[in-house]
């Protein structure tokens, strides 16, 4: 996942980056700095799974709800 997919995604979740960063256990100057590509042009796999894995959840409760 590149950078402005990981963004994207977050954004399309309704998550302030420090909404996301508490949700993963990490700082919102992390998930800043994987958003501006600091940590290179592709998102560590460990957020993208853990960002994939909390957007199922969300929407499954969105379709509950």
């Known amino acids: 996942m590149k950078p402005e997919e ?5 954004l399309r ?5 420090t909404e ?3 949700s993963l256990g990490c700082s ?6 994987i958003e ?11 957020y993208s799974l ?6 199922c959840s969300i929407q ?3 379709s509950v709800g």
């Open 60 to 62: 499954q409760v969105k």
């Open 20 to 22: 996301l960063a508490d």
């Open 28 to 33: 919102a100057s992390q998930i800043s700095q």
């Open 36 to 46: 501006r590509g600091i940590k290179g042009d592709t998102v560590p796999k460990l």
């Open 13 to 17: 979740l309704g998550l302030e980056q």
């Open 50 to 55: 853990a960002l994939f894995g909390l957007s």
């Open 6 to 10: 990981f963004r994207a995604l977050r």
